[in-house]
């Protein structure tokens, strides 16, 4: 008996232009995916770009959910948890649809990953570890897209109070970003959908933006990064959401913790500095305000490209490499949590949150080394929204850890 001829297929291989053979990816078998490559070679030449493919592939928010995982929506609301039988470790629960994919005009320039999420200008094996020195007017586009980063970011706080979303914010810093002919750097990155992170109370960081509201005594981290110019600018910060989050000490010490270890990190940096030693010094000081570091996210180089070298952890006794030089942008934005340092991954592949449910909290400046030591490019302004706050009872900065009540409304009380 005859049988069928196999039909030729591509080899899906980055720049490969021969037949493929049998081999497939295993990964993409599990995700029930096609991907035939020509040789193993070539598959593990190929295997940077592949690999993002799988990330998109298994994200709920790039597929049809089962019905089995997905809770059925509100018959008012038409909202829903797409992910109802996750173990979340605190209160806090996404509420889905998100918003469609907000657009950029081709008249922006886009980075490189716009397009298919995948960015290759980052992947790029040789010289991996090699950190840029900006030149006098690669040094000026950082700092215009930073002051514009700032721009953005102040706007987005002025519209965090309780009532609003999440999405609402995303849509406030999309439409900045536009008015400043910038792409919001975070859109597609990754296949990441938002043009924003909006991480809430026990959420460290990559928090994608939905139809949540706030509530007075959340605390909100809005992260805004914008591609200007050919370069990109990343801060973020902290912010409390009505009396109740400013008035709560446990709130205000991880919130002020993490704004200390920040402007402790700083003050270190000059030509010279180790990049392993901020994590000294900001590891110090959590602890000695009752906090711990987060681990598995650091700080890093950023300039052309989005994330590169130096990476800079937060924690102490970390085996980072390399030492600033004048020319050197990168940032510094230590995570703390008032509970344990570990967190653990919705099942969006991107939000990150403490694994025992505590707040935390989080704050990012982009930096340039100088000859005399340090210029902060995403400085607050005078009238930057948000700002130190004092612990409540006037107490400064020492935390109300000892001897503080929270009634049923969320708000502190010293203990008679």
């Excluded at 886009?110 to 040094?139: C, M, W």
Aim: charged letters at 20%.
């Amino acid at each position: 008996m005859a049988t069928e001829a196999p039909t030729k297929r591509q080899c899906i291989g980055v720049d490969c232009e021969n037949d493929a053979g049998t081999l497939q990816c295993p990964t993409c078998l599990k995700l029930g995916k096609e991907s035939f490559f020509c040789s193993q070679d070539c598959f593990k030449r190929s295997w940077s770009e592949h690999k993002a493919l799988h990330k998109s592939q298994s994200n709920p928010l790039r597929n049809i959910f089962a019905p089995k995982v997905v809770s059925k929506p509100d018959p008012a609301t038409g909202f829903y948890n797409p992910f109802p039988t996750f173990p979340f470790t605190g209160s806090l629960r996404p509420v889905y649809p998100l918003s469609p994919k907000r657009q950029v005009p081709a008249s922006i320039p886009h980075p490189d990953y716009a397009k298919d999420g995948i960015p290759r200008s980052e992947q790029v094996f040789v010289g991996r570890n090699k950190i840029t020195i900006l030149d006098k007017k690669q040094q000026e586009g950082m700092r215009k897209v930073c002051r514009l980063a700032r721009e953005v970011l102040d706007i987005a706080a002025k519209e965090a109070k309780p009532g609003v979303t999440t999405d609402w914010i995303d849509e406030v810093v999309h439409k900045a970003c536009l008015e400043r002919n910038a792409y919001p750097s975070p859109l597609n990155y990754y296949h990441f959908p938002k043009s924003v992170c909006t991480s809430i109370n026990e959420v460290i960081c990559h928090g994608i933006p939905d139809n949540r509201l706030l509530l007075d005594g959340d605390i909100l981290n809005i992260d805004v990064s914008l591609y200007h110019g050919g370069f990109h600018g990343d801060l973020n910060e902290t912010y409390y959401i009505g009396d109740r989050a400013s008035s709560d000490a446990e709130s205000v010490q991880v919130v002020e913790t993490a704004r200390e270890c920040l402007d402790n990190a700083i003050a270190l940096v000059k030509p010279g500095m180790l990049f392993r030693d901020p994590g000294m010094v900001i590891e110090k000081h959590a602890k000695s305000k009752n906090c711990s570091v987060v681990k598995t996210y650091c700080g890093h180089g950023v300039n052309q490209l989005f994330h590169c070298a130096p990476n800079v952890p937060h924690y102490a006794k970390n085996k980072a490499v390399g030492m600033a030089k004048p020319g050197m942008c990168f940032t510094i934005e230590p995570m703390i949590n008032l509970g344990t340092y570990k967190d653990k991954t919705w099942p969006d592949d991107w939000t990150s949150a403490t694994v025992d449910g505590s707040r935390t909290a989080q704050f990012e400046h982009t930096l340039l080394v100088n000859e005399d030591g340090v210029e902060v490019l995403t400085a607050r302004l005078p009238d930057s929204p948000g700002g130190p706050q004092l612990m409540p009872g006037g107490m400064g900065g020492t935390p109300m850890s000892d001897g503080v009540s929270i009634d049923s409304n969320g708000t502190s009380h010293a203990a008679t």
